[in-house]
């Protein structure tokens, strides 16, 4: 009997013993590559000696200091990095230990903006539907992930929510992305007009939607036409790169692809790249003034923020991709496996759209191609496709309830950056016997 509280208790799962490129290895010796880079996480593998060598170097000299007496040589050259690698007029850098910690730092930094700016009013937020910001109860309240919120309703905050940017689900026929762009960003206006101008602090959204949907990317305007609404109305943007962030999509921060900055940008997963906790919320110029020039503090903080040992490793993991170039090989290698999956599924008769940016990549399973039907929950067909790969030696990120919360199936993957042609044919080829078997089995 194992005494680890496992988040699905009655799971037999494989233990995990060694890291091995982009491969994990079980106790059992048996190999699994890793598609998903497990939650869009390992980006750099599981094996990569310069970043162990960070960390025991950091660990040997100093572990760890407490953020209320020290700053470290580690947390202020990664600051640096990432101001420097920034959208445009980001210039303070906050670190937590993961995304659901940034994402809750970013909510309460818009709302004691607010306050040092004398704006005290300004207390509503507006995510949008079929999102997911992590799992502490403000970052679930901004989100819209139905089966995550749901046992936890009564203790979220009051948020608006919109309609994401879903062109597969969402646009018209006989509409072009860019008019279906600027319809779906307009609910943005409406919302704010329902809630009151005054009253709303920010609006909260994924860059390319994650876990939820599956690697869902805006369309061309949506995000400009978010930000001028923003702008307009002295409401502040939060993107959430926490997935799609730190090169995933193919630069450094996934925005850049859409002609924009935030205000709030909050990353993890790839800055860490699994080999420490790390997240951090980078804010802009004028957010940080505001807190320098007025109480010169926020008023909020965890114990292992800032942490050296994390700090250093995700310093270590951010300087390798940069020496090798590896988003370049990620737009690269993005088009290869945005090829091959074409390819192995793009006539597959279940197989409704595949999509993303980079190496994040989405695929959704339909009933019905002609109308995009899902197929029934109650088959849970994504959890059938997790089985089947693992039971073949891969690791996908498949989901359920991506059409509306309850219905669809999609497959997340998000593979490390270091992956080359020879694997993506191994990871579509082992992908594309698990999708058949599940929907055998299922059907």
Known sequence: MSHVFHRQIHADLPRAKKGDGIYIIDADGKRYLDASGSAAVSCLGHSDPDVIQAIKDQAETLPFAHTAFFTSEAAEELADLLAGKAPDGIEAVYFVSGGSEAMEAALKMARQYFLEAGEPERTKFIGRRQSYHGNTLGALSVGGNVWRRQPFEAMLMDTGHIQPCYAYRNQLDGETEEEYGLRAADELEAEIQRLGPAAVAAFVAETVVGTTAGAVPPVKGYFKRIRDICDRHGVLLILDEVMCGMGRT?????????????????????????????????????????????????????????????????LAVQRKIQALDLLANVRKQGEVLEGRLLDRLGNHAHVGDIRGRGLFRGIELVADRATKEPFDPALKLYAGIKAQAMERGLICYPGGGTADGVKGDHILLAPPFIIEEPEIDELVDRLGHAIDAAIEDAC
Do not use: N, W
């Open 250 to 314: 193919g630069t450094a921060f996934a925005c850049e692809q859409d002609g924009i900055a935030p205000d709030i940008v909050c990353i993890a997963k790839g800055l860490g790249a699994g080999y420490q906790p790390i997240g951090a919320a980078l804010v802009s110029a004028k957010i940080f003034r505001a807190f320098s020039e007025g109480s010169g503090f926020f008023q909020h903080g965890h114990t292992y923020m800032g942490h050296p040992t994390a700090c250093a490793a995700a």
